[in-house]
């Protein structure tokens, strides 16, 4: 079992950074594949960025291409995502999430309903 707890949300002016965090409980964390998702009020929850389990590979939605960083630390069992160059549409409260998939090495997925264990979410707003 994984329990993941997000932090670094806030209120933020555009053009700011924001680091988010996502700490994990349980040492099958380092063996996952993890994601950021983001839900904004009255719309679907999207993926915002996936990271393989080693880390060596991420992807990111065309939305925040250039401005997020996803990262893992699997010795910290921290997951990261530097937001840089925010804008107004980037408010929503943004969720981490770890598929239970040991060392899976296929492509990152951008499905939510493909990730097993979820954050409580952590709110962002981008003030313009």
């Known amino acids: 079992q994984v329990q993941l707890v997000e932090s670094g949300g806030g209120l933020v002016q555009a053009g700011d950074s924001l680091r988010l965090s996502c700490a994990a409980s349980?040492?099958?964390?380092?063996?996952?594949?993890m994601g950021w998702f983001r839900q904004a009020p009255g719309k679907e929850r999207e993926s915002v960025a996936g990271?393989?389990?080693?880390?060596?590979?991420?992807s990111y939605a065309d939305s925040v291409k250039g401005r997020f960083t996803i990262s893992k630390d699997n010795a910290k069992n921290t997951a990261y995502l530097q937001m840089n160059s925010l804008k107004p549409e980037d408010t929503a409260v943004y969720y981490c999430?770890?598929?239970?998939?040991?060392?899976?090495?296929?492509?990152?997925?951008?499905?939510?309903?493909?990730?097993?264990?979820w954050g409580q979410g952590t709110q962002v707003t981008v003030s313009s």
């Open positions: 999430a770890a598929q239970r998939r040991p060392y899976y090495g296929g492509t990152i997925s951008k499905m939510w309903d493909e990730y097993d264990y």
């Open positions: 990271i393989s389990w080693s880390g060596a590979r991420t």
């Open positions: 349980g040492r099958a964390f380092s063996t996952y594949p």
